[in-house]
Each structure stands twice: as structure tokens, then as C-alpha cells.
DNA sequence: TTGTAAGCGTTATCAT
DNA sequence: ATGATAACGCTTACAA
């Protein structure tokens, strides 16, 4: 059995509150009675009881957050820089993986809303639905904790959004490009996502902005339901098949980027010289390819620094920037030649 | 304010404790009264506080995950495989990440400790020393709650180990590619942890069953320092630059394999004709390269599956194997020829 | 400066 | 089948 305030309250022949008093640091406590008691909590080893404390405080300092898959490589970062800094604030992290489904995310919602977390972190632009209905859940959590989304812009009371202006970094990067002198870009992405649909934007802005209109069909949806990257490689080829012809390709992801460097070796097609790809993320993924992947970075750790610095602010009480929003930044490799 | 069971059994006019029945499905309620209970708490959107039902129950229906760093590929696919499990056996997830240091580590455990957890999973082999000093803490903790550890072998009461057996794994893996006709092999490694420790066993002694017995310089310690994937190619360049030849490299995980890739294609050594190539943990990684990696996969779900089943096992005050271990298989691509 | 006691929202043991 | 009531371990007025 644990000790209790009681126990210690007892060995150091004082009052649970006065121990009480001791553990929170208060003011008012004699010196050689603080040391006393410290003296017994640590040669006792003795840790506060967190529920207890809890209740009594109506707060966990547990912060729940939710991503939909924490293995993929891009969340992982996410949901550990976000530990990171929750835990140098003093705060736990509550992680549970949701998937992709709408109908199982809400549910997990409600789940980890009814643990009394503080505040609920939604990693990743996929919680955020085309229609008003697919988000009515997180307006109405928002009514019991404040929401922080990450990578999604979702305006409304208690809800805060931190993001990196993925539209205005698709804009550069595919500008570039043009820019570069190859004109028939192909788009491959494969979700619906709010920072997907971002992204495309950018993309088609650019296009637009160079004066050129018909390049509906150099985009091209990548079947959301391949995950093998040998798969994703030949729905390129397949798609380059049909008859379209592109001299270069911009990746919403790294790892689309990566099919596009597979189905360029098959083709035996030469990177950069023949075909310029572009990823989406920098992760390690584009150091393990050869060439090493141009891809735009969204400064992640940037944006889960404010996330937290926001969040910490709003418990608070204090007035704080219901939108943060980043810069994101190309970084050339290999598979670029501009 | 968040409703509670008062607010509840008020406007059902039934007793606290006829509505802490139907919240925890007892049979000692009158079928009218439970609907006509159920109905309320939908109605209000009810849900009973987590803290106070946790000091009734001495339990969070928590447990503690600790890992150095849930953003590397391998440890991340862990934790989230552990998060999934442990859901869907109605426990939640504290997620803390300690860094690589010992101290800190420690200092975590502590922390995470006091948070009344239901048990501890330590996930990762790094979080065993080679001297007994250094996992006095292990022994500390386990007398607190059960401690589970992944990817490690610890024998002590109350500590539950579940693991591959990296060390027959790497056996059967250099077997291969020594009955394949290359018997100048390249071991590299960066880490010192237990499983690491294990996996040079393995190559060692399957290099000596095959009579091989100066292989001293065939073992090739990468500088941990090195987190860059160019680095440690210049690194295996350099050390072959030091007078070592070698017609094959196994590496002790997927990231150093690719770091194996990189120097060949640096020194136009063909893959796999000239140079055979094996990594570790089967990664996404492998499928990024070209040629793809052949790697050792070590079936982590499995491992992860096995480990929260022992644990609830355990919870349940079941007896439950102390050690379990399995079985590592080699996946063959195209880094190697047999 | 210190102690007493009420309250936080549950569960569980008694009665009835 | 239902209701009172005592825990659970802590914080925090309020008293002394």
C-alpha cells in the first residue's frame, strides 16, 4: 500500500494540511517544519496521490491527444515534439490512435474527453472534414475543453489552430519549378485532407499563375487505399500510360515522392535530368533514396512549440492568437536541379 | 460544470447509488429503472469522472509507456501497436519520452510513477545497462507496479520481459549469407544497448561455426554521435579506407543498412553482385531504397500483442510467463543474391 | 504558523 | 431492488 498524506502527517507529527502546504510550496509554513516534513516525504519516498489530487483540483494536467496513425512517420514527429514540450510544462500526454474512419474518431473523442483531460490536441489536418456536419464533433467537445488542431485551420470559440501555410509553400516550390523551364508538372496525392486540398491549391495557383489553364490532367489521385510504394510507383506508370507526359512531379507527401523516384528507375528515367521530383514533409525518407528528395518542410517542431505555447497560455486564462500560421521552405536535394 | 452522479440520480429520483449500478452494469436493478436511468444520463450527456472513480477503484485503467524517442521509425510503430492493444482492453496510454540518458531516464520513471500508473512498459532495450547499478531503478519500480519490458531480457520478480531472439535471428541471418559464398562480412552497429549487444553475438558466432575466427576487423562501431545518413556512409568508407575489404554488410538496423547503400553507390560497388546487404527491423525504410533492402523482421506487432496480453494477464492477477520470446525471420530483396 | 473540517465524485458495504 | 453512508487522498477556506 502507498502512503498517504496521512502517513506522513503522522511521522512528522503535524496536520495533512500543513503537509499539504509543505508539497504545494506554500508561503506559510516555518522553516524547520518544511524541513522536517521534506525530510520524511523523502526518506519515506512518498508521491502525492494523482487522482486525489485531481479531484480535489478539478485538473489532471493530462493533456489528451489524438492522431489518427502515431506510426506514420510524419505523426510520430508530431506527437513527440508534442510530448516533449507538454512534459517540460508540467503536463502528461494521453495518446490513442484513431485511424482514418470518422465514425471511430468521434468515438475515441468522446472516450478520451470522459478521462477529463484539459484540453484535447488533434494531430493532423485528416479531423477536419469537406462538410459542416463531418465537424459538428469537435464544436462540440470545444464546449467542454479548449481544442488545439495541428496542421488544420478550424475557426471557432475555444478551438485554436496552429498550421504551416502548406498552399503558400506549394505555390513556391511548384513556381520554382516552373520557373526551372519544365512546364508539365504532374500532382500526385492520394487524401482528402483539409492540408491536402491546401496543398493541391498551391499547386493548380501556380500553374494558373504562369499562364497555364489545362493541367487538370496532370493531377493525378493516387488510389488512397495503396500503401505499398511498388503499388503507388506502377499507378504512375500506369497513369503515364494513359497518355500523359510530364518531366516533372510534385509529391504531397515524401513518400508518394518516393513511388515517383521507383517508377522513374523502372522507366529508366534520370533524375534529375530527364524528371525533377518534389516531396512534401523532409523527413528522413529523402535521405534513404538516391538521389536525395527535394522536399518542402513545414517546420513541424516550430509549430508544435507555438502549439503547446498556446495551449499552456489558454489554461492560463490568458488572451492568446486563435491562429498561428507558418512559413514552409523548400530544401533542395538531388532530385531538383534549380 | 460537468454533471455528476448527484445531478443524475436527482433527476431520475433514484439513489447515487441505484445510478453507480447502471454505470457499471450491476444485475440488482429493476429493468424500468435502469432504461429510465440510461435515458437521463444520454439525455444530459453524461460521463462519470475519470479521478474520482480511479480513488474508489485504486486504479487509472492507465499505463505508462516510456520510450526514448517515439519519433524513430522502429519505436514509434511500438508504441503505437502497444496503444492500439491496450485500448481495445480498456486502457489508456501515458506517453513519456526520456531521451537516451540514463539519469533522465530515471528521472522520468519517477515522475511517470507518481502518476499513479496500473503498470509500466519500458519499450526498448536501451532502457537495460550492462551493470547492475544501472537498472537499480528497474528494481526499484517493479515494487511498485508491474514493470513490462519490450525488446529485453530482465529476470526479477514483478518484471516481464517479451522479445525476439535477436541473437539466433542475426545467426541464421549471417548463416545465409555465409553459405551464399561471402565470407568477408561487415558488421556494423551504433548502439550498445542489450538487444544491440545481442545481435553482435549472433554474427560472431555464426561467423565461428563456420570457422571463421579473425573477424576482430570485420566489427566496424559506427559513432553514435552520428545521426546523419551521409555521415555514416563516409564512416564505412573510411573504415574501408583503414585496409578492410568486404563483399557483404550486415547491419544492425535498417537506418545504418541504408547508410550501407549509400557508401556502395559512392564507391560504384554493385548491389548485390559486389556487395550483399542486411539490415534489421524491416522498416519502411527497406522499401525506399533501390535495390530494396533484404532485412531481418523481428514481428513487433506480434512482440506487442504478447506483451499487453501478459500484462493483462498480470493485472487480472493471472499467472503469466515471465520471459517470452520469439523468433526473428529474414525477408529477402534485393540487397542480396541468395 | 498550524489545525480542523468540508468538499471533490465515485464505489461498495450495509441496511431495509 | 434500492438507499444511506463510509471510504478513497487530497486541497483549501476558516479557526485558532
Do not use: W
Amino acid at each position: 500500500m502507498p502512503l498517504t498524506i496521512y502517513d506522513i502527517s503522522k511521522k512528522a507529527n503535524v496536520s495533512i494540511a500543513t503537509v499539504s502546504r509543505v508539497l504545494n510550496g506554500s508561503e506559510n509554513v516555518r522553516e524547520s517544519t518544511r524541513k522536517k516534513v521534506l525530510d520524511i516525504i523523502r526518506q519515506n519516498d512518498y508521491t502525492p496521490n494523482a487522482s486525489a489530487r485531481a479531484m480535489s483540483l478539478r485538473s489532471q494536467k493530462t493533456i489528451g491527444i489524438l492522431c489518427a496513425d502515431s506510426s506514420d512517420i510524419y505523426l510520430a514527429k508530431a506527437v513527440y515534439y508534442l510530448q516533449q514540450e507538454l512534459q517540460s510544462n508540467d503536463y502528461e500526454s494521453l495518446l490513442c490512435c484513431t485511424g482514418y474512419n470518422l465514425d471511430v474518431k468521434k468515438h475515441y473523442v468522446n472516450l478520451i474527453l470522459s478521462k477529463k483531460i484539459d484540453a484535447l490536441i488533434l494531430v493532423g489536418s485528416n479531423f477536419i472534414g469537406s462538410t459542416e456536419q463531418e465537424n459538428q464533433y469537435i464544436i462540440d467537445s470545444s464546449s467542454k475543453v479548449p481544442i488545439m488542431i495541428l496542421n488544420a485551420d478550424f475557426e471557432y470559440p475555444n478551438v485554436y489552430s496552429t498550421l504551416c501555410d502548406d498552399r503558400s509553400s506549394m505555390f513556391e516550390a511548384t513556381s520554382e519549378m516552373l520557373k526551372s523551364g519544365i512546364n508539365d508538372i504532374l500532382y500526385i496525392y492520394n487524401s482528402n485532407s483539409y492540408s491536402s486540398m491546401k496543398k493541391l491549391e498551391g499547386y493548380k495557383s501556380a500553374m494558373k499563375s504562369m499562364g497555364i489553364n489545362s493541367f487538370e490532367d496532370m493531377i493525378c489521385h493516387i488510389d488512397e487505399a495503396l500503401t505499398n510504394i511498388e503499388d503507388m510507383a506502377s499507378f504512375i506508370d500506369e497513369y503515364e500510360s494513359l497518355g500523359h507526359s510530364f518531366h516533372g512531379i510534385i509529391a504531397a507527401d515524401d513518400t508518394l515522392a518516393i513511388a515517383a523516384i521507383k517508377y522513374a528507375q523502372r522507366k529508366h528515367r534520370s533524375i534529375p535530368d530527364d524528371l525533377s521530383i518534389i516531396g512534401y514533409n523532409n523527413s528522413i525518407l529523402t535521405s534513404c533514396c538516391t538521389p536525395e528528395l527535394t522536399s518542402i518542410d513545414n517546420h513541424l517542431e516550430t509549430l508544435t512549440t507555438q502549439l503547446v505555447k498556446t495551449l499552456i497560455g489558454v489554461l492560463a486564462g490568458e488572451q492568446m492568437p486563435k491562429k498561428s500560421i507558418f512559413e514552409g521552405k523548400l530544401i533542395k536535394r538531388g532530385t531538383t536541379s534549380f
